[in-house]
């Protein structure tokens, strides 16, 4: 059977100036459909990089990245966008979310990219606010959200295209600890319905809720473990 994501020996080589910075040093990885994978490291150890590539927001300099067996390396940025279109959803530290439109809004948005007529657009934003738990705030705009709530809707709009894939880098690096813990739980609940996701973060509460860490140093793995299971979270 295909792997998800396949990544072998890729390398991500930024030029800036005179300066060759090697983001990425030869990493290779293997994910499955299904897995929740948190991806740890220090600063700079190229962390959001390999988001970037595998999200395909981003091509490998060298080496062969396949997700479902397409080789990305090789992919046109119309394709890759139709990629991401329709397979990828991304959740960022800072939320992303357009100022002075609303929770319903901001969910509708990949669905307005993708042609839907107005109706099935809000119907299907509403369901993907309702998955994150925060029926009634649909007309808030994110000023009157608090940074939890700005965060569910961003993964709202992530769910609403059904992606397979959810790439979230550092989704609680903004949040104080109860809401980190909702959003985690989401997460949770989100990997049990079968959708993949590979998170990254620094904190190993946060990681604790995936099954597998990968720990990467100077753009290679250091190291990749399944993780304890914890036990299952109580009532979100
Ligand atoms: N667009 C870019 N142009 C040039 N250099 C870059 C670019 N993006 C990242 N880098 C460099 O690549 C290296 C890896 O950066 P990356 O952002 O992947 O690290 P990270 O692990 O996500 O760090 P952090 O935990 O601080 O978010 C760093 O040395 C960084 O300066
Ligand atoms: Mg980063």
């Given at each position: 059977m295909t792997s998800l994501i396949e990544c072998q020996d890729i390398w991500k080589i930024y030029r800036v100036g005179d300066v060759e910075v090697q983001a990425l040093r030869g990493l290779s990885l293997t994910i499955e459909q299904g897995e929740f994978v948190a991806i740890m490291g220090s600063s700079g150890s190229g962390?959001?990089?390999?988001?970037n590539i595998l999200g395909c927001l981003d091509q490998p300099t060298k080496g062969r990245y396949q997700l479902n067996g397409i080789e990305v390396g090789q992919l046109r940025p119309d394709q890759l966008a139709e990629i991401r279109n329709q397979r990828i959803g991304f959740v960022f530290?800072?939320?992303n979310l357009i100022p002075r439109t609303s929770a319903l809004e901001n969910a509708q948005l990949p669905l307005f990219y993708?042609?839907?007529?107005?109706?099935?657009?809000?119907?299907?934003?509403?369901e993907a606010i309702r998955r994150?738990?925060?029926t009634g705030w649909e007309?808030?705009?994110?000023t009157q959200l608090s940074g939890g709530q700005q965060q569910r809707v961003a993964i709202a709009r992530a769910l609403v295209?059904?992606?397979s894939l959810l790439l979230a880098d550092e989704p609680t690096g903004n949040l104080d600890t109860q809401s980190s813990q909702e959003i985690m739980a989401i997460l949770e609940g989100l990997n049990r319905e079968?959708?993949?996701?590979?998170?990254?973060?620094?904190e190993v509460d946060v990681a604790a809720y995936a099954?597998?860490?990968i720990i990467i140093k100077d753009g290679q793995v250091l190291s990749d473990r399944a993780t304890e299971p914890r036990p299952q979270s109580v009532g979100v």
């Open positions: 962390k959001s990089t390999l988001m530290q800072s939320f993708r042609g839907l007529s107005l109706k099935e657009q809000r119907a299907q934003a509403a994150v738990g925060l007309h808030h705009f994110p295209t059904s992606p079968g959708i993949t996701v590979i998170l990254v973060t620094h099954s597998r860490e």
